[in-house]
Protein backbone atom coordinates (compact mmCIF):
# COMPACT_ATOMS: atom_id res chain seq x y z
CA UNK A 1 0.00 0.00 0.00
CA UNK A 2 3.01 2.43 1.05
CA UNK A 3 6.37 1.59 -0.04
CA UNK A 4 9.55 3.35 1.27
CA UNK A 5 12.74 3.10 -0.49
CA UNK A 6 16.23 4.13 0.99
CA UNK A 7 19.24 4.53 -1.29
CA UNK A 8 22.99 6.44 -1.22
CA UNK A 9 24.20 4.24 1.98
CA UNK A 10 27.81 2.84 1.47
CA UNK A 11 31.60 3.07 2.46
CA UNK A 12 32.98 6.47 3.21
CA UNK A 13 36.23 6.99 5.37
CA UNK A 14 35.96 9.10 8.74
CA UNK A 15 35.46 12.73 8.14
CA UNK A 16 33.73 11.95 4.74
CA UNK A 17 30.01 12.63 3.69
CA UNK A 18 26.81 10.84 2.13
CA UNK A 19 23.55 11.46 1.47
CA UNK A 20 21.09 9.14 1.85
CA UNK A 21 17.68 9.39 0.55
CA UNK A 22 14.09 7.84 1.26
CA UNK A 23 11.22 8.12 -1.37
CA UNK A 24 7.75 7.07 -0.62
CA UNK A 25 5.11 5.70 -3.00
CA UNK A 26 1.63 4.01 -2.55
CA UNK A 27 -1.45 5.32 -1.99
CA UNK A 28 -0.77 8.23 -0.23
CA UNK A 29 -2.63 11.03 0.59
CA UNK A 30 -0.70 13.02 3.20
CA UNK A 31 3.02 12.17 4.75
CA UNK A 32 3.46 13.78 7.72
CA UNK A 33 6.34 13.46 10.12
CA UNK A 34 9.28 11.76 8.29
CA UNK A 35 12.34 10.80 9.79
CA UNK A 36 15.45 8.37 10.03
CA UNK A 37 16.51 6.06 12.94
CA UNK A 38 19.55 3.62 12.81
CA UNK A 39 20.91 0.04 14.31
CA UNK A 40 24.41 -0.56 14.71
CA UNK A 41 25.45 -3.65 15.52
CA UNK A 42 24.26 -5.32 18.77
CA UNK A 43 22.82 -2.21 19.43
CA UNK A 44 19.23 -1.51 19.67
CA UNK A 45 17.54 0.77 16.65
CA UNK A 46 18.07 4.52 17.92
CA UNK A 47 16.21 7.59 16.91
CA UNK A 48 18.42 10.23 14.57
CA UNK A 49 16.46 13.17 13.28
CA UNK A 50 12.90 13.56 12.04
CA UNK A 51 10.91 16.49 10.03
CA UNK A 52 7.90 17.90 10.30
CA UNK A 53 5.59 18.52 7.00
CA UNK A 54 6.39 22.02 6.78
CA UNK A 55 9.75 21.64 7.80
CA UNK A 56 10.48 21.60 11.46
CA UNK A 57 13.36 19.22 12.61
CA UNK A 58 15.10 17.92 15.66
CA UNK A 59 17.92 16.12 15.72
CA UNK A 60 19.40 13.66 18.04
CA UNK A 61 22.50 14.95 19.96
CA UNK A 62 24.90 12.78 18.70
CA UNK A 63 24.51 14.03 15.47
CA UNK A 64 23.35 17.97 15.73
CA UNK A 65 25.73 19.44 13.73
CA UNK A 66 27.32 17.33 11.32
CA UNK A 67 23.48 15.59 9.98
CA UNK A 68 20.63 17.63 7.92
CA UNK A 69 17.67 16.34 7.32
CA UNK A 70 15.37 17.83 4.48
CA UNK A 71 12.33 17.25 2.50
CA UNK A 72 10.67 17.25 -0.93
CA UNK A 73 6.90 17.08 -0.46
CA UNK A 74 5.96 17.03 -4.08
CA UNK A 75 8.15 14.15 -4.55
CA UNK A 76 7.43 11.86 -1.38
CA UNK A 77 11.57 12.04 -0.39
CA UNK A 78 13.47 12.95 2.74
CA UNK A 79 17.55 13.41 2.62
CA UNK A 80 19.59 12.65 5.10
CA UNK A 81 23.26 14.85 4.22
CA UNK A 82 26.00 13.22 6.78
CA UNK A 83 29.13 14.75 7.27
CA UNK A 84 31.89 14.58 9.08
CA UNK A 85 31.00 10.86 9.48
CA UNK A 86 32.46 9.09 12.10
CA UNK A 87 33.49 4.82 12.85
CA UNK A 88 30.42 5.53 15.71
CA UNK A 89 28.02 6.36 12.76
CA UNK A 90 28.37 2.95 11.36
CA UNK A 91 24.70 1.57 11.17
CA UNK A 92 21.92 0.25 9.01
CA UNK A 93 20.07 3.16 8.96
CA UNK A 94 16.01 3.37 8.19
CA UNK A 95 13.86 5.98 7.01
CA UNK A 96 10.05 6.39 8.01
CA UNK A 97 7.16 8.36 7.54
CA UNK A 98 3.76 8.82 8.97
CA UNK A 99 1.36 8.61 6.60
CA UNK A 100 -2.67 9.52 5.95
CA UNK A 101 -3.78 7.09 2.66
CA UNK A 102 -6.39 7.59 0.11
CA UNK A 103 -8.12 5.30 1.72
CA UNK A 104 -8.21 7.37 5.46
CA UNK A 105 -6.00 5.30 7.22
CA UNK A 106 -2.78 6.23 9.70
CA UNK A 107 0.04 4.42 10.18
CA UNK A 108 4.07 4.49 10.51
CA UNK A 109 5.67 3.23 7.10
CA UNK A 110 9.64 1.75 7.74
CA UNK A 111 12.16 1.13 4.40
CA UNK A 112 14.17 -1.64 4.89
CA UNK A 113 17.66 0.04 5.41
CA UNK A 114 20.48 0.64 3.98
CA UNK A 115 23.95 -0.02 5.23
CA UNK A 116 26.59 2.96 6.31
CA UNK A 117 29.53 2.18 6.89
CA UNK A 118 32.37 4.72 7.98
CA UNK A 119 35.93 3.24 8.14
CA UNK A 120 39.28 3.90 7.00
Known amino acids: QVQLVESGGGLVQPGGSLRLSCAAS????????MGWYRQAPGKQREWVVG???????NYADSVKGRFTISRDNAKNTVYLQMNSLKPEDTAVYYCYAGVLTVEGRRGDYWGRGTQVTVSS
Open 51 to 57: IGSIGST
Open 26 to 33: GRIFRIND
